[in-house]
Structure formats: structure tokens, C-alpha cells
């Protein structure tokens, strides 16, 4: 089928997880400082999950490492983020 | 091989193995230089995504002659459209060309497949002598007396020296960033893309999209497709696939609360989409960020030391008509390379030195095509150009084109109903009629 669920296209993407996650989301930030939560929106994976007491849990196995919540989160410090090890994250096959 | 070179430092360091780096390193090392080529991914085009049509063949054509005759290519490109949408109307303009450069040696551009391309060529540069290592994650550059003297990558003992560094790490790059060349980004500079590899016989591709033998098409589109958000979709032919994709602004997809993906599902939905697309199965699904500001996020691109290039120096054309950046990372990975062997040749790589970048960068038309171009942009890639003004475009057709038994309006009586229906001002029009001029005419 052409016509595809987020968890079917994300079914096609090959990742290598590593050990340690290579985003750090604060969330009391986003609990306390943030009423937008873009990362939830925006980003292409899918990984931020708000959470009811306003708070952000993050998933950072499938990541695309694009770099998207980090330009998109409005509040200073709330996204650290670094590459992952080399070698591990995503990798693409066609794309 | 050894990671403690620092008694024999390399003449070059080279962060990433894209387009940029790679050509960088093939020039570099066929000059005789002792060159390191760093890639954090599996493979060179691991972590690589774009639509792709590769338009930079003439320039590939000089470093390496006929080089599509070895290189995994999918199809050159023939047929180009741009076409604006309502969200059930689409008006194309349709070039095609059969002449001279775009059917025959060197081609006009090719559709690749970044994993493949890529990693083809950085083993050009690997056969041309330049060391490749790959899953090595460059992590900061290292600075020695007040000049930049080599990178820090994550390893044991990761500190490898050199005399100049070429960071083309991508469209984030935090070498550009850790030099404090780069400044951070804002969300209305950047877009991101989602995009689709969709497998489909080649037999089909052919009849679909009028291709004969390894013709095939670029269609990009603008308007309604994305619905509200500033941005746009494309679809390109490989050989047994199609590649098609959604671009959107980060900060209008924040405002609209919009996910990427969705809004690509429903651009394959399009009446005029969907039957292109029609029987096609998901090989893979991907995303990447896009430095669409181009000249407004341009680095300071030397310093003692280190020199940018590619993504990471901005050095992405995204203004309506031209969507490039493979040919523009590649000449730039060029233009750094004649620098740092200029570099070598005087044994000096200070800042002054290494300022010849911007001649080499004018020489191959980088830095000249970023500035005649870069008032298009900002302008190009906001609400009006397009979302609004294709929409209005596609509506006007369909009335245009609608027999209903209702006087004929002459167009311009028409045009002008459209314009008044909409939230656009007449100022506003005349401006950016003014833009659109401004931009591409003189």
C-alpha cells in the first residue's frame, strides 16, 4: 500500500540503538516553562509523548537525529542534544 | 589505522562524507596532500537525505570524466514540472527537453539514492589516497596556540591533528558552532523535510510519466498541498522507485500545530498525486533539516585553521525555481580543497590565508549565485509564493476552465474577484510582484 501509518513507515527505517540516549529532555522545563511543546508536533519520528502532568517523555531509539525539536523547542535548555556514537542511530538504506 | 598521529599530523581533516566532504577530500588527496575523511554514520550516505536530484553532472564531469557510467545513478532528469494546487485543482507548467546536456553526456541532473551516491563517492576520494574513516563521531575541533589544530573525536585518545580542518558536518554542524563561526538557528530559517522511498516497477514508471530507457522527471509542488504551512512537496522518478517528499517551515509547522507525516499522507491523497503514486509499496521513510535561508545563515566560513563548506555553510539554494544543494556542497568542498592545497603550498593557515576561500567560492559561483539570489528566500519561502498565490492560481483555472452556464468572466475582472476574495491588499500584491521581480529578474 502507497498510503502509509506513521508505525508503518517508521517500520521501514533501519536503527542501530546505542547504549545511552544522545537527547536530554528537561521536563520540568516543559512542565513548568512551556505551553507550546512544538517537539510533540513537529517531530518526523514521533518520539515526544506529552505526558498529563504536562511534562515530555522522549523515546530516543528512533531517532532521525535531524536536529528539528532542538530548532523548534522555544525554551532555553529544555533539548540537549548531541550526535549519537558513531556508527549507531539511524541509518539509511534508499533515501 | 593509528589514532595517534599527532607527530604526523594530517595536512587536512575532513568532518562528514557527503557531497562536500567528500569532493573536498578527493581534490585534496589527488593533490598529493595527507588527507583524513571523517564520517559518523555506518557508511559515507548513511545519515544523508535529500530529494534527490543531483544537479551538479558538469561539475562531477571535471573531477572525474563519465562518471556516470560507474556511479549508482537512477535517471536523468528530462521532464521538470512546477505545478500549484487547491486542494482539488492542480496547473503545471511542463518542460521537457529531449536537447543536447540534458538527454546526452554530461546531463542536466540525475535522481541518486544518497546512501548509494554518497558512499560511491567518498571511495572516490578513498582511491585518490585519502584515508576514510567511518562511525566516528567529531565531537569538537582542538585549538592550539589561539588557531584551530585539529578535531576531538569520540574515541580513546581522539585527538587528531592537522593543519586545516574542512567542516562540512551538515546542515546542524556543531564543528561550525564549537569554532564559533555558526550562530544558533531560528525556526523560521530552517524547514523540514519527510520524504518517501516508494518501490514501483520500472515498466510502470516509464508508461506513468511518458520516460523512455533512463529518462525521468522532477515534479515540485506548491500551494494547497501543504495546506497552511509554508512549504512544499516534490516527487522524482528512480529507476525502480519513486522518490517523493514534504517539505514544511519548522516554525509555521509549530504555529499550525501540524505533523510532518500527515501532511505528507495527504499530499499522496491529492486528486493529482494519487494516481502517480498508485501501487507504489514503502521501501523507506526519512527525514532531514534543510538550511533554506541560504546567504541570511551563511557562517563565517573561515577561521585560523578551519574552513565550511557544504550544508553546513548554508550553502543550500532553495528559492522557488531551484531547489539545489548537492551541486553547491560539492563545489564548495572544491573551492575549500584549492584552498587548503593553497594553504599547504605556503605552509600557512592562518585566517588571512585561508580568506582566498572567498575568491576560490566567487570562482566557482557559489557565493555569487547565493547573492544575486538572496533576496528569493525569505520571500519565496513565506506564506504568499507558496501557499496563497498557487492556490489562487489553481482556482482561477478551474473557473476559467468551468462551463456551467454562467456569463464568461474575462480574466482580468476575474483575477481581480480572486485577489478581493482573498486576504490579500492590492499594496501587498504590488509589493510582491515587486519581490518576484527583484528576486529572479535583474
Not at chain 2, 157 to 162: D, K
Not at chain 2, 253 to 259: G, H, I, Q, T
Not at chain 2, 368 to 384: C, E, I, K, L, Q
Request: aromatic fraction near 10%.
Amino acid at each position: 500500500m502507497v498510503m502509509t501509518t506513521h508505525e508503518e513507515k517508521m517500520r521501514t527505517v533501519r536503527f542501530r540503538v546505542a547504549a545511552t540516549p544522545h537527547i536530554a529532555v528537561n521536563s520540568e522545563i516543559c512542565r513548568n516553562d512551556c505551553s507550546v511543546h512544538a517537539c510533540v508536533y513537529v517531530c518526523p519520528a514521533n518520539l515526544f509523548v506529552p505526558l498529563d502532568d504536562g511534562g515530555i517523555l522522549f523515546n530516543y531509539e528512533q531517532c532521525f537525529e535531524c536536529g528539528t525539536c532542538y530548532i523548534a523547542c522555544n525554551q532555553e535548555g529544555a533539548i540537549r542534544w548531541a550526535y549519537p556514537d558513531g556508527g549507531y542511530g539511524v541509518t539509511f538504506r534508499e533515501s | 589505522m593509528t589514532m595517534h598521529p599527532a607527530k604526523q599530523p594530517f595536512d587536512v581533516i575532513i568532518a562528514g562524507a557527503g557531497p562536500a566532504g567528500s569532493a573536498a577530500a578527493l581534490l585534496t588527496a589527488r593533490a598529493g596532500l595527507k588527507v583524513l575523511l571523517l564520517e559518523r554514520g555506518e557508511y559515507p550516505g548513511a545519515k544523508n537525505v535529500s530529494g534527490a536530484v543531483f544537479y551538479g553532472s558538469a561539475i562531477l564531469n571535471e573531477l572525474i570524466p563519465g562518471w556516470w557510467e560507474h556511479a549508482p545513478v537512477e535517471r536523468h532528469i528530462c521532464r521538470r514540472e512546477i505545478a500549484f494546487m487547491s486542494p482539488a485543482t492542480a496547473v503545471a507548467l511542463d518542460f521537457r527537453c529531449a536537447g543536447p546536456g540534458y538527454a546526452t553526456a554530461p546531463y542536466n541532473g540525475f535522481t541518486v539514492l544518497r546512501p548509494k551516491f554518497d558512499r560511491w563517492l567518498a571511495a572516490q576520494a578513498e582511491a585518490a589516497g585519502a584515508f576514510v574513516l567511518t562511525s566516528v563521531v567529531v565531537d569538537d575541533v582542538l585549538r592550539e596556540k589561539g588557531r584551530i589544530a585539529g578535531v576531538r573525536v569520540r574515541r580513546e585518545q581522539g585527538e587528531i591533528y592537522g593543519k586545516v580542518v574542512i567542516a562540512c558536518d551538515g546542515v546542524n554542524s556543531f564543528l561550525a558552532k564549537k569554532a564559533g563561526l555558526q550562530r544558533e538557528f531560528h525556526p523560521h530559517e530552517l524547514s523540514l523535510g519527510v520524504k518517501e522511498v516508494v518501490g514501483l516497477d520500472p515498466a510502470i514508471i516509464q508508461d506513468r510519466f511518458h520516460l523512455t530507457g533512463n529518462d525521468g522527471i522532477a515534479f515540485e509542488y506548491l500551494g494547497a498541498i501543504t495546506e497552511d504551512v509554508h512549504g512544499g512537496a516534490f516527487l522524482y522518478t528512480n529507476r525502480d522507485s519513486l522518490s517523493l517528499g514534504l517539505i514544511g517551515q519548522i516554525s509555521s509547522l509549530v504555529e499550525r500545530r501540524k505533523r510532518p507525516y500527515e501532511l505528507l499522507e495527504r499530499f499522496k491523497a491529492h486528486p493529482a498525486v494519487a494516481p502517480l503514486v498508485r501501487g507504489g509499496k514503502l521501501r523507506e521513510y526519512s527525514a532531514h533539516l534543510i538550511p533554506e535561508s541560504g546567504w541570511a545563515m551563511k557562517p563565517k566560513l573561515y577561521t585560523d585553521g578551519m574552513l565550511v563548506a557544504g550544508d553546513a555553510a548554508g550553502f543550500c539554494l532553495a528559492a522557488g525555481l531551484y531547489l539545489e544543494g548537492m551541486n553547491y556542497a560539492m563545489q564548495s568542498g572544491l573551492a575549500a580543497a584549492e584552498t587548503a592545497i593553497l594553504a599547504c603550498q605556503k605552509g600557512n593557515f592562518s585566517a588571512r590565508t585561508l580568506a582566498v576561500y572567498q575568491k576560490h567560492l566567487k570562482q566557482r559561483h557559489v557565493s555569487t549565485d547565493f547573492r544575486a539570489y538572496r533576496h528569493a528566500p525569505s520571500f519565496v519561502n513565506g506564506p504568499r509564493l507558496q501557499n496563497l498565490y498557487p492556490e489562487i492560481v489553481a482556482q482561477g483555472m478551474e473557473q476559467i476552465f468551468r462551463v456551467d452556464g454562467a456569463p464568461k468572466r474575462k480574466i482580468l475582472p476575474l483575477a481581480y474577484r480572486m485577489v478581493r476574495q482573498s486576504s490579500i491588499k492590492p499594496g501587498q500584491l504590488l509589493r510582491d510582484v515587486y519581490q518576484v521581480a527583484r528576486a529572479y529578474l535583474w
